[in-house]
């Protein structure tokens, strides 16, 4: 059993008698984060600069100039979904009215970056592990592309994952590149480690990397967990679905497909989290 199966190989392996590709889409989606409390750039020729990414209309940009049908159809060659949410739509608590991704759209993306002040855009430094997601460094080579086309010069850094994590938890970045698998399947789980205002003591928001901040979130979530009712947990959680997506908190771009080869002779359960179970393995 291999997992993943390399993306490139994984029609030609299909077509072989004696192997099987198991595909299905993980809980987890992929998704750009930004310094939301930095007071300057750390990164590029704008190195020093005060941070745009403190605008909304910047971030709101950044959103607009991401061809994540392209990304979609090229690099994930048709294996993954489109992600508006911090969750998947097949996860507990997903807002079904808010399942519309930002329209790709240069123009309007230009038109946004001139409103926030920066009309011929500037340069920064976009972080991204190259081992850790599927395709992580050639997405991230994709979104540099796509970012220049609106004058935001992304230079990319991409390492191994084992010096990412230590980068992000000391705040080296302009933009960093984020999946969040949600280990409880509900949309409660990204809100508390993703969404609330970083609190040590009470761990919370302990991967919020961008120190992004809004007091509402920070109310609803303690709501949230403990309420038993569904429509009013659900409608608090449309609430935070909706501010996120306004704010542009995060910039979801696709939840990551699952991709497991065997042998032909064997059953197995392809988790949503990406965890193989052995005790679900049946060889024939």
Known sequence: M???????DAARLEGQGNVKVIRGIEARVIMLGMPHAAETLKYGANAGDPNPFKEVKVRQAVAAAINV??????IMRGNAEPASQLVSPAMRGYSKGLDARPEYDVEAAKALLAEAGYPEGFSFGLKCPN??????EAVCQAIVGM??????KA????MPVRNYWPELREDNFDMYLLGWSPG???AEHPIRFLAHTP????K???WNFGDYSNPRVDELLPMIQSEIDDAKRQAMLDEVAKILQDEVAYVPLYVQPLLWGTGANIDLTQRPDNFFILRWVTVN
């Open 2 to 8: 291999i997992n993943p199966v390399p993306i490139q």
């Open 69 to 74: 049908p392209a990304i979609l159809q090229t």
């Open 131 to 136: 081992d850790r997601y599927l395709n992580d």
């Open 147 to 152: 970012l220049a086309q609106v004058g935001l």
């Open 155 to 158: 230079e990319l850094d991409a």
């Open 184 to 186: 409880t399947f509900d």
């Open 199 to 202: 609190d040590a003591e009470k």
């Open 204 to 206: 919370l928001g302990s």
